[in-house]
């Protein structure tokens, strides 16, 4: 079974700080990892997805995520927060050959000015 | 605009009474999928399908009814709803059943039932 955590669910950064939210999943197999993010009043958007190719994994709006395998690991991270990042992410998980798609629960993250 | 709508966007009904959440995509999507979001708990799937007349149940089934007789349409029914129902719901598509397809979702239905 698959399965993913997200430490914080809460996190607060100043404007030009480095964002990083955590995500650590549980897989028996290669997994597929994807990090959403939902504005408030909307629907998830795709931020970026690791699809088993470069670790590294470049999204939207600046955000990348990498893949470590050994840690079970898909840290977002930004180098620099704007007022615009405010939204609530989400890490999920799905597997080849497996139908389901399994969301961590989230974490809300604020700028601060 | 390549889209997933979702209707109603707002619901307030009484326990018991029927209801059902309309969902439709345009991009020809073979696979979609219902979930749920409470606070704390993140999304949770309820029903998928992987194409038309093939759905089958995700993590929370429970008191939910889902249909799927055309491509770009995926009805959420609700025969009895219960307060414990009261939730938002998602609707998403993506390509095919493959899980390298991203999902594209809808902009939510606010639930509450009383």
């Known amino acids: 079974a698959q399965s993913v955590t997200q430490l914080g669910s809460h996190v607060s950064v100043s404007e030009g700080a480095l964002v990083l939210l955590r995500c650590n999943y549980s897989?028996?197999?290669?997994?597929?990892l994807f990090w959403y993010v939902q504005y408030p009043n909307q629907g998830l958007q795709l931020l970026l997805k690791?699809?088993?190719?470069?670790?590294l994994v470049k999204g939207i709006n600046g955000f990348e995520a990498e893949f470590k395998k050994s840690e079970t690991s898909f840290h977002l991270t930004k180098p620099s927060a704007h007022m615009s990042d405010a939204a609530e992410y989400f890490c999920?998980?799905?597997?080849?050959?497996?139908?389901?798609?399994?969301f961590g629960t989230g974490t809300s993250l604020t700028v601060i000015p | 605009e390549a889209q997933v709508t979702q209707n109603p966007r707002y619901l307030i009904t009484v326990t018991g009474k029927k209801l059902t959440v309309t969902c439709s995509q345009n991009?020809?999507?073979?696979?979609m999928s219902w979930y749920r979001q409470d606070p704390g708990l993140g999304l949770r799937q309820i029903y998928y399908?992987?194409?038309?007349?093939?759905?089958d149940k995700g993590d929370v089934p429970e008191g939910y009814k889902v249909s799927r007789k055309e491509k770009r349409n995926f009805p959420l029914i609700l025969e009895s709803p219960s307060p414990n129902q009261t939730s938002l719901y998602f609707c998403a598509s993506k390509r095919t059943r493959s899980s390298y397809n991203e999902q594209f979702f809808g902009p939510g239905t606010r639930l509450t039932v009383l």
């Open positions: 690791y699809t088993s190719a470069a670790t």
């Open positions: 399908s992987m194409n038309v007349e093939a759905t």
């Open positions: 991009m020809n999507h073979e696979y």
């Open positions: 897989s028996s197999v290669p997994p597929y």
């Open positions: 999920a998980v799905s597997v080849e050959a497996g139908n389901q798609f399994y």
